[in-house]
């Protein structure tokens, strides 16, 4: 089936494309996309992907996005930026808080939602040299993949509770207030780093 009209339909497409859809998750795993891994987590529980598998797919994508990411800060600086106003304010507020928090900075920027794609090329103007930050990043990638994998997961054991057909109406809208919920909070989250950073600036 082409276009699948139901969860159900889309999850079996899934399951047929595995490797392809493992290539995906991969290069959207390097911009930490938080949405696509929550539902990743939900397709693994519904046994359209490995749970390990997947894990894997978004530790070794966001690390490698963010190495890049580092790499190119580190070379080109702020100039990379000039062109693009609401990102040079993201990674200059990113900047900031990794000359005083680095360790939390790495540990956490993957979860809110504007500044996750941009923290990296901070790190890449600030201090952290290249193997404290590979080290760091490494560990916070893993983190972050297990986190997010492992939160899809649950909530496909949650609905598959409350529901008897993963294909009905009510999955289908489970799914969507749980994706955009976790969009709005990691929405929340990046605000309240905003406010703080501009606290911290006065």
Do not use: C
């Not at 891994?37 to 070794?60: N, P, Q």
């Not at 000039?82 to 808080?97: D, G, H, K």
């Not at 969507?176 to 709005?184: E, P």
């Amino acid at each position: 089936m082409l276009f699948p009209t139901d969860l159900t339909s889309f999850l079996e497409l899934i399951r047929q494309h595995g490797e392809a859809a493992y290539s995906f998750m991969f290069a959207y795993a390097a911009s930490h996309s938080l949405l696509l891994g929550l539902f990743g987590g939900y397709a693994a529980h519904a046994g359209a992907l490995s749970t390990s598998k997947l894990i894997g797919v978004f530790w070794f994508g966001s690390f490698a996005g963010d190495a890049v990411r580092f790499y190119l800060g580190r070379r080109y600086g702020a100039r990379l930026f000039r062109s693009w106003p609401r990102i040079e304010r993201l990674v200059s507020i990113a900047a900031r808080l990794t000359d005083k928090h680095a360790v939390l900075m790495i540990l956490f920027h993957r979860y809110p939602h504007g500044i996750r794609g941009a923290a990296a090329f901070a790190y890449g103007l600030s201090k952290l040299t290249w193997p404290a930050f590979l080290v760091l990043n490494f560990v916070a990638a893993g983190l972050w993949a297990a986190a997010v994998v492992g939160t899809g997961y649950a909530f496909g054991q949650v609905s598959e509770k409350m529901m008897n057909d993963a294909s009905s109406g009510l999955g289908l809208g489970m799914l969507v207030i749980f994706l955009g919920l976790s969009w709005f909070l990691s929405k929340k989250l990046e605000q309240t780093i905003e406010r703080d950073s501009e606290l911290t600036r006065r």
